[in-house]
Structures are given as structure tokens and as C-alpha cells.
């Protein structure tokens, strides 16, 4: 059973650029979350999805970004004309439910992006 | 403004001996707490969790308290091991959306031998 898989691994984008970051979530989950992890600081909660829908949005920045997680394949981050400040390890984490016992968040490695 | 606080950014100990970290939390709804390990260029893995139900849950060498009069809840690990060595994120959630985490600036932890 696989666990949750980002990729790439590692991205490297010039300031302007646009950057996609994927995330196949855990089988059986429908769930999918999205954190940010700036250099020495926690992880900040970006958005949170389910099948072709965004349910909470509200660590999103206002501009430049999007999240997607289609009928489909995997759910995609997207930052539009990258600056050196997205550089950050940008996390996916997936759960089977939204609440109760099996809402449990599994994370993947992430995608270390660097905005040159 | 930080919701989720571990005030640590770092902790050494010998081996063999208890590791205890701690986390404080300002926002009362929260109602479900984790700990999440992680080591550098990986994912943060899943160690321990506990519902504002309980004031401790045991899991093998780890120890989770909880302290909802003070808004406190400290890991503890014992007897710790060299392995252990890594960042531990302290992380809180509510029972609408447990998958959406608040996460504390972690502290390093490392245990020598």
C-alpha cells in the first residue's frame, strides 16, 4: 500500500516561472491537504480538498496560487509567476475522512522548491 | 498569531534517559492533538495522538499529556534512543476537520549516546 506520493521531489523555477506541484494521495483517501514549511518554522496549512472541490482555502495567499484535486488523477499546486520567497518544502497530506477516528493525515515527502 | 507553541527549539539528552518535550495551545476549540516526527528532506510521520477526552495516552516508549486547564501538552520519551534523534512538531486540529493541522515551530531533538 503505498503512502502519499509527491512529486517532483525537487523543483527548481526561475522568479516568473510557474510551478506545479503533484500529490497522489493513500488509497481509499479522498481527502487531501496542503502545508507550507518555510525555512526554521512549522508547517502553515495552505488548503484543504476533496474530489473536485475546495473545501478550505484560508492559508492560501490571495494571488498566484491555486489547488485543484479532479474527478482524476493526482491534486496539483499551483504557483503562477514564482518569486524567491515560495521557496519553501511544500507538503501533501492525505486522510480518508474529513473527522472522527480515520481522518488521520498521512504526509509525503515532500517537494523542496527553489525559486532562483 | 501562533496558536500552537513549542517554546524549545531544541533539546539534548543522553541515552537511555526521558526526552520531554512540550507544546502550548491558545485556541480552545481545539479538541485532538499529535505529535509528528520528522527528519531532514522527509515527511513528517505520525508518533502519538490524543483526544481533549483523555489526559494521557501510552503508545510502546511514548507518552503523550495532556493538560486542558493550561492549554499544555508535553511528549515524553523514554528511555530515549539515538534513532530518536530528529524534529518533533507538535500539531493540533478540531473534531470539524481533524485533517486540517496547526502545527507548532518544532523542536530538535538530540540524544547521545
Known sequence: NAGVMQNPRHLVRRRGQEARLRCSPMKGHSHVYWYRQLPEEGLKFMVYLQKENIIDESGMPKERFSAEFPKEGPSILRIQQVVRGDSAAYFCASSRTGGGLTAEAFFGQGTRLTVV | ?113
Not at chain 2, 52 to 59: C, V, Y
Not at chain 2, 88 to 97: G, H, L, R, V
Open chain 2, 1 to 113: 498569531d501562533q496558536q500552537v507553541k513549542q517554546n524549545s527549539p531544541s533539546l539534548s539528552v543522553q541515552e537511555g534517559r526521558i526526552s520531554i518535550l512540550n507544546c502550548d495551545y491558545t485556541n480552545s476549540m481545539f479538541d485532538y492533538f499529535l505529535w509528528y516526527k520528522k527528519y531532514p528532506a522527509e515527511g513528517p510521520t505520525f508518533l502519538i495522538s490524543i483526544s481533549s477526552i483523555k489526559d494521557k495516552n501510552e503508545d510502546g516508549r511514548f507518552t503523550v499529556f495532556l493538560n486542558k486547564s493550561a492549554k499544555h501538552l508535553s511528549l515524553h520519551i523514554v528511555p530515549s534512543q539515538p534513532g530518536d534523534s530528529a524534529v518533533y512538531f507538535c500539531a493540533a486540529s478540531t473534531s470539524t476537520s481533524y485533517g486540517k493541522l496547526t502545527f507548532g515551530q518544532g523542536t530538535i531533538l538530540t540524544v547521545h549516546p
